[in-house]
Each structure stands twice: as structure tokens, then as C-alpha cells.
Nanobody
Framework: QVQLEESGGGLVQPGGSLRLSCAAS????????MGWFRQAPGKEREFAAK????????NYADSVKGRFTISRDNAKNMVYLQMNSLKPEDTAVYYC?????????????WGQGAQVSVSS
């Protein structure tokens, strides 16, 4: 069982940056691939980024590629999402997730979500 808690959300102007953090508690953090999903108002939840157990592989949705960077620190049980060049369409609730597999990413655990709002 893994519990996930996001932090670092907030309001930022277009072109700005934010870093989301996800603290994991429970057993076996390093045995999970980790990822971020997001849900914009009135839209379905969508995949944003994922990272392998060791951190040596990452994958991004086309909409965030080149602007977002996912990373993890297995010694601290932490996952991060660095978001740069933010756009109004990045406004969403961002969820930290954990999956048994990386290639066929299927979240088993979800955090409660962190609101990110991009507006001038």
C-alpha cells in the first residue's frame, strides 16, 4: 500500500514555472513506476508524464513535452514535476500516481490532487 500526497500547486502567470512535489509513504516506493495525470475543468483526466522505477526512463504527453520534467528521488520517496513555460491550458488538478508497470502504465494509487491555475 502506498499513500501519495501532492504539494506545490498554485496560481502562476502564463510563461511562469511551478514545481509539484509528491511525497509517498508506505512500503516499496522504488518498486513502482510513478506518474502524473491531470484533469482540466470539464475535461477527462489525462496522462501527463511518467518515470520508471530507477528514474532512467521517462515519457511525456505531447502537450507537455519540452516544457515539463518528471524526476524522482528514491532515497526520499519523492516524485517531482517541474513545469516551465506554463500556458492557460495547463490549468488543471494534477494527480500523482503509482503503477506496478512502466510500459503499460496503469495507476494503482492516486493522490488527492493539487490545483494548478495559469492566468494573468
Amino acid at each position: 500500500q502506498v499513500q501519495l500526497e501532492e504539494s506545490g500547486g498554485g496560481l502562476v502567470q502564463p510563461g511562469g514555472s511551478l514545481r509539484l512535489s509528491c511525497a509517498a509513504s508506505g512500503r516499496g516506493f522504488s518498486s513502482y513506476a510513478m506518474g502524473w495525470f491531470r484533469q482540466a475543468p470539464g475535461k477527462e483526466r489525462e496522462f501527463a508524464a511518467k518515470i520508471s522505477r530507477s528514474g532512467d526512463s521517462t515519457n511525456y504527453a505531447d502537450s507537455v513535452k519540452g516544457r515539463f520534467t518528471i524526476s524522482r528521488d528514491n532515497a526520499k520517496n519523492m516524485v517531482y514535476l517541474q513545469m516551465n513555460s506554463l500556458k492557460p491550458e495547463d490549468t488543471a488538478v494534477y494527480y500523482c500516481t503509482a503503477s506496478i508497470t512502466y510500459s503499460f502504465y496503469d495507476p494503482r494509487y492516486w493522490g488527492q490532487g493539487a490545483q494548478v491555475s495559469v492566468s494573468s
